[in-house]
């Protein structure tokens, strides 16, 4: 609304959207970061180190973690008004889509690298707990890029009333 547009002129400063919070995509990027800080953290806090599959799983959840949270903040302060240039539905769809196949194979190797027998019963529990939250982290990730590619779209809403209500 009018909060929107005030902060898409280039001078004011970056205006707090509350809104963002309470809609699909906010409170999907926001549980992203949580989980995805979940994963992280999980397996940094093994020996992670001696194993290579866990090495992809903590680069693939280190990466889309820092990524999210910069699209939630990007979000959150409304830059995307701000750079109005970039495709942001179209860009937001791709990196949904991309973070949700790397997060499948970040899941199935974590699932596959956890080992009941391993010497450290701390590692162990780490790793399961991992997998799991490394396969909700995908789900939610697969929930956003339907989301965003409805976004993309344009469906969901009226494309006659969105141009009026664009260039007004």
């Known amino acids: 609304g009018a909060a929107r547009a005030r902060s898409a002129s280039p001078g004011s400063p970056p205006v707090l959207d509350g809104s963002f919070l309470l809609s699909p995509l906010g409170g999907l990027m926001g549980a ?96 399961a707990a991992a997998s799991f939250f490394a396969c909700v982290t995908m789900i939610t990730y697969g929930v956003s890029t339907f989301f965003s590619f409805r976004a993309w779209k344009g469906l969901g809403s009226n494309a006659a009333t969105s141009q009026v ?3 007004a």
Do not use: E
């Open 32 to 127: 992203q970061a949580v989980l995805g800080l979940l994963v992280w953290s999980l397996i940094a806090a093994t020996t992670y180190h001696l194993h290579a599959a866990y090495g992809w799983v903590m680069f693939v959840s280190l990466f889309f973690w820092i990524l999210t949270l910069l699209f939630f903040i990007t979000y959150l302060l409304q830059l995307d008004q701000k750079f109005y240039m970039i495709p942001w539905p179209l860009v937001l769809m791709i990196y949904n889509a991309v973070a949700t196949v790397l997060y499948i194979t970040a899941f199935v190797t974590c699932a596959a690298a956890v080992q009941p027998t391993s010497w450290r019963q701390w590692d162990y529990n780490r790793r």
């Open 165 to 167: 209500t664009d260039h």
